[in-house]
């Protein structure tokens, strides 16, 4: 069974750092587009980062500058640093990936940023 954990969330001060992982478990043949997404308590859902299967990738605006995407296929995993963090980033942080031509989410990983 294909699945999607995310890890390394947590409570952070402003102005601090955090690198959220996300690993894809089962028998995985292709690994396409990787994205990281995060929702606020009474917001939508909303894409923070993606990357493409030749490195390719997008930012929403808020985050550029302060958050890098990354991923190693070689060990089913894509990285989200995040730097410079503020309050405002402060949301359940979720992983998204193109498995097998399918697409699946993570759980998610809770990020508290204090001022």
């Known amino acids: 069974q294909v699945q999607l954990v995310e890890s390394g969330g947590g409570l952070v001060q402003a102005g601090g750092s955090r690198k959220l992982s996300c690993v894809a478990s089962?028998?995985?043949?292709?690994?396409?587009?990787i994205g990281w997404y995060r929702q606020a308590p009474g917001k939508q859902r909303e894409m923070v980062a993606t990357?493409?299967?030749?490195?390719?990738?997008n930012y929403v605006d808020s985050v550029k500058g302060r958050f890098t995407i990354s991923r190693d296929d070689a060990k089913n995993t894509a990285y989200l640093q995040m730097n410079s963090l503020k309050p405002e980033d402060t949301a359940v942080y979720y992983c998204?990936?193109?498995?097998?031509?399918?697409?699946?989410w993570g759980q998610g990983t809770q990020v508290t940023v204090s001022s």
């Open positions: 089962g028998t995985i043949v292709t690994i396409g587009l």
């Open positions: 998204y990936a193109v498995l097998n031509g399918r697409g699946y």
């Open positions: 990357i493409g299967y030749g490195g390719r990738t």
